[in-house]
Structure formats: C-alpha cells, structure tokens
C-alpha cells in the first residue's frame, strides 16, 4: 500500500477535514518537541493519540490509514507508543500502527506487532503485516510462514514486501508451498493461483506446468 503524501491527502479532504488535520499534525508535532516528551497521566492520553483515534470520524474511513501514518510520523511515536496504541486500539489503528513502522522504526524492536497480527484471520491486519517493515526483519522462518498465511487467508502476495528477493532460491519455501498445495488437491479443494507465483519465483516449477 502506498499512503499518500500531505499534498495529496489534503486535495481529497474537504475544509473541515483538513481544518481538523492541521490542528492534529500540530498538537502531534508538539508532543514530538517537548523535551522529554510529555509521559500520558495516569487513565488519559495525549491529545495526538486521541485524535489518532477519531481519525475516521473526521476524514473518512477511506483516509483514516494515511491521517494516522501522518500522526504517527509527525509525533516521532516510539516503540513504546507504537505498541500500546496496536494493543489498546481498534483494528483501524492497528493496521495504522503496521503501516508506519518501517519508516518509523530501524529496529526489529516492533516485531511482537507483526507476529500478532499474522496470528490474526484478519485479511486488512496480515495484509498490513507483511509490508516492508516485515521484509527487513523477519527472520526466515517467519516470513514464509507469512507467506503461506497470506495464501490461507486469500490476502493477495503482492501484499509481501520484497516477495521477489526473499523467495529466490528458497528451496524450503518452495517445499512448503508443494505440500499446501498437495494438501489442497488431496481435499478437492483449489490451489489458489497465486501459490504458483510464488513458487515459480523461489525457481521451482509447479507439476501444473
């Protein structure tokens, strides 16, 4: 996914939704400059974090995505920040949380926030989950299991980060992709076409071909 700049986010909004922004980025980019950054009280949030929240409410479930990224961002949210608005927030702002973490974070610090959401059946959260973020710090391991959770739960590969690289000559995802899909002819079910992508990626050949 790729989320659009200020520019372009403000020539979709209507006033009163970029009106609401600016004040949003602001409160945001005041929580960022405080020195050290103001701690919530104890049973409140800061006021960025709310209007994180109501992001929806104000611009529209379709910009909610890129409003929140630009929240995050402008409010230099941490680790720390980060995790706790994935685990105190909707399914809206978890997916938010995902899509800023590679350019938020250079660590592997955020990673429980990705293997959460691939426990998940949640096709917007795995989605969100295997963009470049999960690319640059799964381990290997993980991300073909990723992969294959993409094709149980129908999430299109070009979903996957860095699907091209990582699978070249990855023999074992190619095993693991020739069991699911012998598993799946077994039952009578379909091999979901985007199975033989991958695995003519990883330069093995389906015995469809």
């Known amino acids: 996914m790729t989320t659009p700049t200020r520019g372009e986010l403000d020539a979709q909004l209507p006033d009163a939704a970029r009106a609401w922004l600016d004040d949003a980025l602001a409160e945001a980019g005041r929580h960022a400059t405080e020195t050290p950054p103001a701690a919530p009280p104890p049973y409140a949030a800061p006021l960025w974090e709310l209007r ?37 927030g909707t399914a809206a702002e978890r997916r ?37 973020y999960a690319a640059a710090h799964l381990d290997s391991h993980s991300w073909r299991h990723a992969v294959l959770k993409c094709l149980f739960t129908g999430v299109p ?38 199975l033989n992508r991958v695995l003519t990626l990883t330069g093995e050949q389906s015995e469809e071909s």
């Open 157 to 194: 590969v070009d979903a996957v980060a860095g699907l091209r690289s990582r699978a070249a000559g990855d023999t074992e995802l190619a095993r693991m992709l020739a069991d699911y899909a012998a598993e799946r002819t077994a039952a009578g079910r379909d091999v979901p076409p985007d």
């Open 96 to 132: 938010a949380v995902l899509l800023a973490l590679h350019p938020l974070l250079q660590s592997p610090a955020a990673l429980p926030l990705v293997e959460d959401a691939l426990r998940t059946n949640d096709t917007r959260l795995v989605a969100a989950a295997v963009g470049p």
């Open 52 to 88: 994180f929240a109501a992001a929806g409410r104000h611009c529209g479930r379709d910009h909610a995505d890129a409003v929140r990224t630009l929240l995050l961002a402008e409010a230099c949210a941490d680790t720390a920040t980060l995790t706790r608005l994935y685990h105190q």
